[in-house]
């Protein structure tokens, strides 16, 4: 089997990784237009072969792990050169638009739009991990479309790594995602940056930092390269959240200066039952 | 040794826990007025007994573990009581207030301002763990004002826990605090909220969330109890704080709304700094 993975960084490699484990008798290619990551990725050993994408056409399954204004960019090309046998799915974290890009497309049912929940503020080959997946989601856009051997062939990878499976439509897909994860991330971007302008001259003030600081502001290591193009996509979802948080801190910063701290002991009392919510991700993901 | 400990929660019963392991000879008595915290903390064996605020005549040292407006609250009737040879240290998120309120009492050198920047988000007595303070940071406010065989003697308790000290006046310690950790709570809180109210009918939509959302909303699952009198009494530094972050959220927003997404890369990239930032904490705080 040929396995062909576009992108070598945290979750192309991680994949790659999982599936080395799990057969024999495969041959991993990737593809790259960073060489250093390509040499990397032959180092670390989950590609067992450089290619190109004119050699996509000898793809048994083609992994699209590359950011996603880039993936839209390629995908239609990727289905252009792969034969009719192959199998493609990406793991971006939008999926209205890729959808959209190739749903005319002839070889629309070799593609299946896929995205795994799963991650962490690292990237680039050198952070693939083995078994990232591992109890983990995988959310699968407009499964229909994707003609049924396809689906079991990707399917049956996704099971291999350990993944379960929800299915989604696109649409209901970018606007859930935005408020479980992208809003995370500007959050955390933005704690980075208040508290990096405000404390610029005084360095030493990390010090009083702890887990929690750490916790919240983890997010803002994650890679520009990936999370631009994302909020570029999911732009009318993530202006939307961005504006229902800020109306919440401004409330909560209202009632602080009316010394209204009773409501402010609500608001935190009723925002604790996220304790139960998260008591199931952490069953569910880990 | 007679140790009192005021307040069997997460940093009292902490305390507790890593002091019996370190000492012999001595005696743990527990005051909370919280007759099951107090039950709980005698069968899970932090607390040798109970006690009540007259026998706390008989302390050597005395540890004030309660929430903040507690703590200003029983302050001067604890330091009333103790002998002179007691030594008596709170733990509060907040120190300009304790500080100002001790700053006349006639047993002002028995009592010294501390603040280890140590937690969990959980609560109460079973969320004691041992060694939850090795290798913090301690802060510590006024030390000048303390008798120096108090701070020796407050000292060797804190390097036996494991906690480095920093010392700092009360105001900077409000101030920078309410950057690097106040912030970080309500980010955290409203970032729940958030998703708490848009979701509330489709439960299922936090299959969706992964590890990313659970960090950042890890600490809205902290005690409303503790947290609400911490924002009251740093007030003008929170809401200052608060103001910056809004701003800085709304400025991301308006970038995507007029497609800049050239900035909101370099807004993410400047802030990716964080990284090495947090890498000093990780080193230092674990």
Redesign the interface.
């Known amino acids: 089997m040929n396995i062909f993975v576009v992108g070598l960084g945290l979750i192309g490699g991680s994949m790659a990784l999982d599936i080395k484990a799990a057969y024999n008798n495969l041959v991993i290619y990737g593809i790259d237009n960073n060489e250093h990551h390509l040499n990397r990725a032959l180092e670390i050993g989950f590609v067992d072969k450089k290619a190109s994408f004119d050699d996509l056409e000898r793809a048994d399954i083609v992994i699209l792990a590359i950011p996603v204004n880039a993936a839209v960019n390629v995908i239609s090309r990727v289905l252009d050169v792969v034969n009719d046998n192959a199998v493609v799915f990406d793991v971006g974290s939008t999926k209205y638009l890729i959808c959209e890009k190739v749903k005319d497309h002839p070889k629309r049912r070799n593609f299946l739009a896929a995205h795994p ?5 690292f990237s680039g080959p050198d952070a693939a991990v083995e078994n990232l997946f591992k109890g ?2 995988n ?1 699968v856009c407009e499964v229909e479309k994707t003609a049924f051997k396809f689906q079991e062939k990707a399917m049956q990878l996704f099971s291999d790594m350990g993944m379960r499976i ?1 299915y989604m439509d696109p649409k209901s ?1 970018d606007k ?2 935005a ?3 992208h ?17 610029r001259n ?2 030493d ?18 890679s ?2 990936m ?3 994302i ?2 996509q999911n ?1 009318e979802n ?2 939307e ?6 109306e ?3 409330q ?2 209202e009632l ?2 009316k ?1 209204d ?1 009773n409501s ?12 139960e ?2 008591k ?3 069953t ?2 880990k």
Chains 1, 2 share one sequence.
Do not use: C, Q
């Open positions: 929940i799963a991650g962490t503020e983990k989601t959310i929800r897909h859930h995602i408020y479980v994860s809003l995370s991330h500007i959050s955390s971007f933005m704690l980075g940056k208040t508290v990096i302008e405000k404390e005084e360095r003030i990390f010090d009083m930092a702890g887990s929690g600081f750490e916790s919240t502001v983890r997010l803002a290591k994650s520009p390269e999370w631009t193009p909020f570029e732009k993530v202006i959240t961005l504006e229902e948080y800020i919440n801190l401004t909560f910063k602080m200066k010394d701290f402010i002991h609500s608001e935190m009392e009723n925002t604790n039952r996220i304790k919510i998260l199931g991700i952490t569910n993901n």
